[in-house]
């Protein structure tokens, strides 16, 4: 069964402060999504990487893409409060998505 | 901006019921995915519909899952005789050609007594 795992599973952090989450996945596949999920609410599309070295930025948040090493990270730099959510990665293997257990992230002020 | 819609947006019903769920996916778009997601756990793919067929569905999704477009906007999930384990959130999502991403509804919580 194919796995995806992201850690940490909790990360408590600063404002201002830079952190990478870390998800890892146990089949090849080049096409990888994330997603924030507020408490109650849907999933947000934040980024899609479809290739090897796929490397994407919006606000405070950089996603990469290793398909060789099976990861991608989320990066995090000088994070915000409004940053305080879940967040999912999900591994496409061309027939359905795979999501990751979810990293819950809480920015402190 | 257009969106993926569902309704309704929390349902409760007694074990044994049948529910239906409702989406209305983005109006150019071609899959169709049902996924759920139990309290505080991770989204769980259930099944995806393209060309009015099924084209992958999980271990989740078992005879009691079923899935309809009935027409041209709507995309539904029926669960025939509701389980207490069948509690979680439903999250419709639909995706375009390009790049296959996925954008999803608001949800439905179901909540089975």
């Known amino acids: 069964e194919l796995k995806v795992e992201q850690n940490p599973l909790f990360l408590s952090m600063q404002e201002g402060k830079n952190y990478t989450i870390y998800c890892n996945y146990s089949?090849?596949?080049?096409?990888l999504y994330w997603y924030r999920q507020d408490p109650g609410k849907s999933l947000e599309s934040l980024f899609v990487?479809?290739?090897?070295?796929a490397v994407k930025q919006e606000g405070r948040l950089m996603a990469s893409l290793d398909t060789k090493a099976r990861l991608s990270t989320l990066h995090i730099t000088a994070a915000v409060h409004d940053l305080s959510a879940t967040y999912f990665c999900a591994v496409d293997t061309g027939n359905q998505f795979y999501f990751g257990t979810g990293t819950s992230l809480t920015v402190i002020p | 901006e257009p969106e993926v819609t569902q309704t309704p947006s929390h349902q409760v019903t007694q074990m044994g019921q049948e529910v239906i769920l409702r989406c209305v996916p983005i109006s150019n778009h071609l899959y169709f995915y049902w996924y759920r997601q139990i309290l505080g756990q991770k989204v769980e793919f259930l099944v995806s519909f393209y060309n009015n067929e099924i084209s992958e569905k999980s271990e989740i999704f078992d005879d009691q899952f079923s899935v309809e477009r009935p027409d041209g906007s709507n995309f539904t999930l029926k669960i025939r005789s509701t389980k207490l384990e069948d509690s979680a959130m439903y999250f419709c999502a639909s995706g375009g050609w390009t790049d296959n991403e996925q954008f999803f509804g608001p949800g439905t919580r179901l909540t089975v007594l």
């Open positions: 990487l479809l290739s090897n070295g």
């Open positions: 089949t090849t596949s080049d096409r």
